[in-house]
Each structure stands twice: as C-alpha cells, then as structure tokens.
C-alpha cells in the first residue's frame, strides 16, 4: 500500500523584518513614505514632523520609526 502524499512543509520565513530598517535611502537623500525617519551623517535621526532639518537632512540610512532608528544605535535631534 502506498504512503499517503502529504503537502510540504513551507519553510520558515527568514526574510528580515521590514519594520527594523535600515533602508536604503533614494540617490537625492530623500527616504521612501514607509520609511521616513533619516538618519544624517553624523548619525542623528530626523522625523517628517517638527524637525526643522527634515527637508535638508541627506539622509545615509531610513527607517520606518525612531524606535527602530534608535535601536540601531541612533540618536535623535538634541
């Protein structure tokens, strides 16, 4: 007699978590909507809102949130 098929077993996802970032910022140092939070060169994190150096920030790295950006090791806007 036959062994019953069984359906496979998928693999685990090992894709990273999307929300831990960092991403990658665009060629002109702007971060993608899902990702706004920039991170500057001298390692400080500015938000989409109430940084006043947001819009002039180029930003080396991206996340999702300033915890995430803090997690990483990031420091935010004195």
Known sequence: MPEPLTAPVPAPDTAPDATSGPVTPQ??????QTDPVKVSKAGV????QGDANYGRTKAVACFVDA???????YRGVK
């Open 27 to 32: 060629a002109d140092g702007s971060c993608p």
């Open 45 to 48: 994190y500015d938000l989409p």
């Open 67 to 73: 915890a995430s950006a803090e997690a990483a090791g």
